[in-house]
C-alpha cells in the first residue's frame, strides 16, 4: 500500500483545510484509514480514522465537532475537512492505514509522507 498526502498550508485561526491522502495497492479497501499528527516535542495523536469497506468514522476529542473524515471510493482518497483552526492544530499531519481498528499509531503499517499545517492566531 503506499499514501501520498497533500493539502497542507498555512491558514489563521477559524480558518479551513482539506487534506487529502491517496492511496494505492491491493488491500487498503479492507484496512482503516487514519490521520495522525505531531507537533515538535510532542507524541504523535490520533486525529480521525475511516474504516473505509463501511465509512464508520472515529474522531479524537480534540478535534470532533470540527474535523470531518471522509473517503471517495472513485479516487481512492480520504479526505480530512479541519473547519474552525485553531493554532493548537499546528502540526504535521500523517495518513496511515492498517488492519486494525484502533487509535493507536502502533498498529499502522503504512505511512505516507506527512504535511505541514500551520494555523496562526
Known amino acids: 500500500v503506499q499514501l501520498q498526502a497533500s493539502g497542507g498550508g498555512l491558514v489563521q485561526a477559524g480558518g479551513s483545510l482539506r487534506l487529502s491522502c491517496a492511496a494505492s495497492?491491493?488491500?487498503?479497501?479492507?484496512?482503516?484509514m487514519c490521520w495522525f499528527r505531531q507537533s515538535p516535542g510532542k507524541e504523535r495523536e490520533f486525529v480521525a480514522y475511516i474504516y473505509w469497506s463501511t465509512g464508520t468514522t472515529y474522531y479524537g476529542d480534540s478535534v470532533k465537532g470540527r474535523f470531518t473524515i471522509s473517503r471517495d471510493n472513485a479516487n481512492d482518497t480520504v479526505y480530512l475537512q479541519m473547519n474552525s483552526l485553531k493554532p493548537e492544530d499546528t502540526a504535521v499531519y500523517y495518513c496511515?492505514?492498517?488492519?486494525?481498528?484502533?487509535?493507536?499509531?502502533?498498529?499502522?503499517?503504512?505511512w505516507g509522507r506527512g504535511t505541514q499545517v500551520t494555523v496562526s492566531s
Open positions: 495497492g491491493r488491500t487498503f479497501r479492507s484496512y482503516v
Open positions: 496511515a492505514t492498517g488492519p486494525y481498528v484502533t487509535p493507536s499509531p502502533r498498529f499502522y503499517d503504512y
